[in-house]
């Protein structure tokens, strides 16, 4: 079985301050990797994922997340947030072997004030 | 282009009811997946479907949920003799195809709240 942990149920920032939201992960097998977010009053949007190749992905907005497969995280990084990063962010895993069912974490809700 | 779009947005049942979730998923998109979330809590997979190949119901909590897709196009998610534990916000998704790998474009949302 597998199971996503995120270590932060809230995270408040400052604007223009660096953040990072913490993700772990545990899985016997290979795993894919996925940044979900969800702003308020919309749909969940995907942010960022890693398959395979360079552990360091980034988002077009500025997130970038890196895979440590020794530590099995996946933490999210932005260097200066925005007002407008304030958002509930899930972090997800599919199973290489398992399915094809996204197995998310509980979110982490992250507020960025002035 | 439309994204998924499921109906309705909120519903308020009473305990006991029959319930009914409609999902519109994006055009040409195979894979369809059903997730659920309680409050304070992530996101729980019920089921999928991929073209006319039988669902992978794994993820169904309880023979009161069942889930069709008519046509490999829309899903209606059905709950029995509702309880006040189904209360959530029950989320729909689509893909391309079924791979490990294919973004899944996530729907707003139904909002039940069993009474």
């Known amino acids: 079985a597998q199971s996503v942990t995120q270590l932060d149920s809230q995270v408040p920032v400052f604007e223009e301050a660096p953040v990072e939201l913490r993700c772990n992960y545990s899985s016997s097998v290979s795993v894919y990797l996925f940044w979900y977010v969800q702003y308020p009053n919309q749909g969940l949007q995907l942010l960022l994922k890693y398959l395979s190749g360079s552990t360091l992905v980034e988002s077009i907005n500025g997130f970038e997340a890196e895979f440590n497969k020794s530590q099995t995280s996946f933490h999210l990084r932005k260097p200066s947030v925005h007002i407008s990063d304030t958002a509930e962010y899930f972090c997800?895993?599919?199973?290489?072997?398992?399915?094809?069912?996204?197995?998310f974490g509980k979110g982490t809700s992250l507020l960025v004030t002035p | 282009g439309a994204g998924v779009s499921q109906s309705p947005s909120n519903k308020v049942t009473e305990k006991g009811k029959d319930v009914e979730l409609r999902c519109d998923p994006i055009s040409g998109h195979t894979a369809l997946y059903w997730y659920r979330q309680r409050l304070g809590q992530g996101l729980e997979f019920l089921i999928y479907?991929?073209?006319?190949?039988?669902?992978?119901k794994s993820g169904l909590p309880s023979d009161r949920f069942s889930a069709e897709r008519t046509g490999g196009s829309v899903s209606t998610l059905t709950i029995q003799r509702t309880q006040q534990e189904d209360s959530a916000v029950y989320l729909c998704a689509s893909s391309l195809a079924l791979t490990n790998s294919n973004e899944q474009f996530f729907g707003p949302g139904t909002r039940l709240t069993v009474l």
């Open positions: 479907f991929q073209g006319n190949s039988a669902p992978d």
């Open positions: 997800a895993v599919i199973n290489s072997n398992s399915g094809y069912a996204l197995n």
